[in-house]
């Protein structure tokens, strides 16, 4: 895990460039959340997004009934428009993502959190 850790704060970074540098990324995050089974699914979902055209295994679809639900509910409190979507989106990615990178270790998710932007 140690090599993949490297890998990704490395990839952190420097600046994305193309959809081949978030595939990447993305592949790295991944690479560390299999050594953390069934953690982050919600980030493995994510991750497994840009790999796979037909997301149709258990796991993804439960993320995507939670997504469902969470649009439904959405409109019934007033529409769906990107933003009101975004806010109510947010915290199933952002507890994922966030104890993600508390988990790398006090070194890693100092570098993780520091970058370009």
Avoid at 6 to 30: A, F, Q, W, Y
Wanted: glycine share 6%; net charge neutral.
């Amino acid at each position: 895990m140690a090599a993949n850790v490297t890998e990704l704060r490395r990839l952190i970074n420097k600046p994305i460039e193309s959809e081949g540098d978030v595939v990447h990324l993305l592949v790295e995050v991944r690479k560390i959340i299999e050594t953390m089974e069934g953690r982050f699914p919600v980030l493995e979902f994510f991750c497994d997004w840009p790999l796979h055209s037909v997301l149709d295994r258990r796991k993804a679809r439960k993320i995507l009934q939670t997504f469902d639900k969470l649009v439904v509910e959405s409109r019934m409190a007033g529409g769906v428009d990107s933003k009101n979507l975004m806010r109510t989106v947010q915290p199933l990615i952002s507890a994922s993502s966030g104890e993600f990178v508390g988990d790398l270790g006090p070194n890693e998710r100092t570098d993780v959190r520091r970058g370009p932007y």
